[in-house]
């Protein structure tokens, strides 16, 4: 499997949003050679994951209009990087550590329908 990072802008506003992706290549009959998170058959935003920083806007206009300041936006991204995202690829080894993190209803997640039908799980968990 893969794991898809994607630093999208919103098209209606100053917002960010990190996509955060799991690619699974044998749900796929297609041949790729590069994949995005779009691709990814498990998916979800990493701010999602952390409870303080998911109800907050995330800016990425850096004018002297923008509710955070550059500095902020970086701590940001940097502490969900440390604290959330790496520790979990790390913990990220086989299609059976994707299956336990998905049974552990982390609440934030997209799955399409045959990553459902392979782990056995609902659309969202």
Partial sequence: FVIVLN?????WGKE?????GIYIPQLDSRKKEFIIDTDCQIGW??????????????EASFTSYATKKPLQIFEDVTMLLSTH????IK???????????????P?????TVPAQKMFNVPASV
Avoid: C
């Avoid at 630093?7 to 098209?11: D, G, N, V």
């Avoid at 960010?16 to 955060?20: E, G, Q, T």
């Fill in 45 to 58: 935003r990493a701010y999602s994951m952390d409870e303080n920083l998911k109800k907050e806007i995330h």
């Fill in 7 to 11: 630093l999208q802008t919103s098209p």
């Fill in 107 to 111: 609440g934030y997640i997209g799955v």
């Fill in 16 to 20: 960010y949003y990190i996509n955060v």
């Fill in 91 to 105: 913990n990220l080894n086989s299609l059976k550590d994707i299956d336990s993190f998905l049974k552990s209803t």
């Fill in 85 to 88: 995202l790496v520790p979990l």
